[in-house]
């Protein structure tokens, strides 16, 4: 019967106290701990982590780190799993709901319980362990080891996981809580609004001015749609217009700042390179997306406005004293706000003014309207619309 070295045990213990401070993520941190099991003599032959993290897309994320395989498996995983026979009919599901540690020898005769056994057994593996990984407020994860050792685990390396796995688990939650902040911000704020909240942008007033192009696109006749149309409707066509509308503006590096009922404020920084044709092109993209959702996927004809214009703005926190917005203000957001409700009355889906026209170089995707008074505004603004394809307002 092999023993574990004693040196290398107190350095993972060492390193998981001390050694994993400027590891940001778990997953890197769990792949080491297996390859550190290993040095340490502990007849480790696949390893796997799976986490719940709560992003909008996805339940969790599993780690599969197998010994000699070279890189490690990592995946997100659905909100549907759950209800799949493989999680009903899992060793993960009474880990998760009871907390309960299972330990499996795997090279008997006769059925497993779980499917998972025999797939492990056929493999190889001779010896099986799930262990809960407990964190605050009632969350739970798991992390599950195998060996395909003869006698299956000894004693000494089950005192090891242990010892070892509460520090894991506090390693563990440190991440996670990091990650989930992080994704919580990237989902409400966006990606570099959360940065700089991150950074420490929290206080009232706080931001700096940036040049920046302005988009501001709002849903046509919701109102009459909600009425007439049952509420999960409206949210399933309300999501798949703004899909429709973010995934192009993200995709050329604009941020949505926020969504306001059926519209939305994004911004294109014009430190960007491009700034401006790539808030045309997102326009054009979600034109495009729109128009192959009309009468199929949404069952309703999609009309709306959006307005653009491009100047300075203070981009940062506003608010009350406790409750605070991360957002752009200024005239240029007045300007294509009121662009965007002039849409209705010029009968016109996408209105752009003549400072963003001069500075993109469009004017020859453009048809010069004349200029407008615009409300709350001394000076009438020359407004351009943008020629798309039949399908908007």
């Not at 213990?13 to 941190?29: C, M, T, Y």
């Not at 696109?217 to 798949?240: A, M, W, Y």
């Not at 429709?244 to 590096?253: F, K, N, S, W, Y």
Request: net charge negative.
């Amino acid at each position: 019967m092999h023993k574990l070295d004693s040196a290398n045990r107190h350095s993972l213990v060492n390193w998981l106290i001390s050694g994993v401070r400027d590891e940001l993520q778990i997953e890197p941190i769990f792949l080491q701990l297996c390859d550190r099991l290993v040095a340490c003599g502990v007849a480790l032959s696949r390893a796997s982590l799976h986490l719940r993290v709560h992003h909008p897309q996805w339940l969790g994320t599993r780690v599969v780190w197998i010994k000699d395989h070279g890189q490690a498996d990592i995946m997100t995983i659905g909100y549907d799993v759950e209800a799949t026979d493989a999680f009903l009919r899992s060793p993960f599901r009474v880990v998760i709901k009871s907390g309960v540690e299972i330990r499996q020898r795997l090279q008997i005769h006769g059925p497993h319980q779980f499917p998972v056994f025999e797939e492990l057994k056929e493999e190889g593996h001779t010896d099986y362990l799930a262990w809960p990984l407990d964190h605050t407020q009632g969350k739970r994860h798991l992390a599950t080891f195998s060996t395909s050792e003869l006698g299956g685990f000894t004693d000494e390396e089950i005192a090891f996981f242990r010892e070892i796995l509460p520090l894991f688990s506090l390693v563990s939650e440190i991440r996670l809580k990091n990650q989930l902040a992080l994704t919580l911000l990237q989902t409400y704020v966006g990606p570099h609004a959360g940065e700089q909240i991150l950074d420490g942008a929290t206080t009232r007033g706080s931001g700096v001015s940036i040049n920046a192009a302005i988009m501001i696109c709002d849903l046509r006749s919701f109102t009459k749609l909600s009425d007439r149309r049952p509420r999960d409707e409206v949210i399933s066509i309300l999501n798949q217009y703004f899909d429709a509308v973010a995934d192009p503006i993200e995709r050329h590096g604009g941020e949505i700042l926020k969504f306001m009922g059926d519209g939305l404020l994004a911004i294109f920084p014009l430190e960007q390179a491009d700034a401006c044709t790539d808030l045309l092109r997102a326009v054009f993209e979600a034109q495009e997306a729109i128009k192959g959702l009309q009468g199929t996927a949404l069952g309703h004809e999609v009309r709306y406005g959006t307005g653009i214009h491009l100047g300075e703005v203070m981009y940062g926190n506003i608010g009350s004293k406790k409750r605070l917005d991360f957002t752009v203000i200024g005239p240029a957001v007045n300007i294509a706000s009121r662009l965007e409700a002039l849409t209705k009355e010029l009968q016109r889906p996408v209105l752009i003014s003549a400072d963003f026209v001069r500075i993109a170089g469009c004017a020859d995707q453009t048809e010069c309207l004349g200029t407008y008074n615009l409300r709350g505004f001394e000076q009438p603004v020359e407004v351009h619309a943008l020629r798309l394809p039949p399908t908007g307002l």
